[in-house]
C-alpha cells in the first residue's frame, strides 16, 4: 500500500516536473513506476517494462536538451539567443509564476537574440524557433509521463 501511495505521489511531481525545471519529471515519474514493480517484485509490472521506460526516461533527458537547439538553429538563433532561452525557463518561473515556463524560454531567447546584435523584428523568429523547442521537449515528457501512469493505473486496477 505504502509503495502504491508513493509511486502516484512520484508521478504526480513528475507531471509538475513537465511545467516546473527545478524537477526532474520523467525521472521521477520512472522511479515511482520502479518503487511499485520492485515491491510487486516485478509481477505487476514486468522488468522488461522497466527497462523500456528507462530507455524513454533517458531519451526524453536527452531530447530536453537538443529539442530547444534544434528549434534555435532551424529558426537561426545565435547562441546568445539559445543562453538567453534557458536562462530564461530557469528563472521564468519567478518571475512570471507557473507561465515562465513557456514566456521565461521566449523572452529570454528574444533578449539574447538583441544582445547578439540583431534588430527586433530579426529577433522574434529564433526566439519562436527555441520556443517551439522547449515546447515540443514538453509535450513528450509528458507523453512518457502519461504512459508511465497508465502503465501503473493498469498495475494497482
Aim: hydrophobic share 65%; charged share 10%.
Amino acid at each position: 500500500m505504502a509503495a502504491t501511495i508513493i509511486s502516484f505521489v512520484l508521478i504526480g511531481l513528475g507531471l509538475f516536473g513537465v511545467f516546473l525545471p527545478l524537477l526532474p519529471g520523467v525521472p521521477l515519474a520512472w522511479l515511482g513506476m520502479l518503487i511499485y514493480a520492485y515491491f510487486t517484485d516485478f509481477q505487476a509490472i514486468s522488468l522488461t517494462a522497466v527497462l523500456v521506460f528507462l530507455g524513454l526516461t533517458l531519451l526524453t533527458i536527452l531530447v530536453d536538451f537538443i529539442a530547444p537547439i534544434l528549434g534555435a538553429k532551424k529558426y537561426k538563433a545565435s547562441k546568445e539567443g539559445i543562453v538567453g532561452a534557458s536562462l530564461g525557463l530557469f528563472f521564468g518561473i519567478f518571475i512570471f509564476g507557473p507561465v515562465g515556463v513557456m514566456l521565461g524560454p521566449l523572452v529570454g531567447a528574444f533578449i539574447g537574440e538583441i544582445i547578439s546584435g540583431k534588430r527586433h523584428q530579426d529577433a522574434i523568429r529564433p526566439a519562436l524557433g527555441t520556443f517551439i523547442g522547449f515546447l515540443l521537449s514538453a509535450v513528450i515528457k509528458l507523453a512518457v509521463i502519461l504512459a508511465i501512469l497508465g502503465v501503473l493505473i493498469a498495475a494497482v486496477f
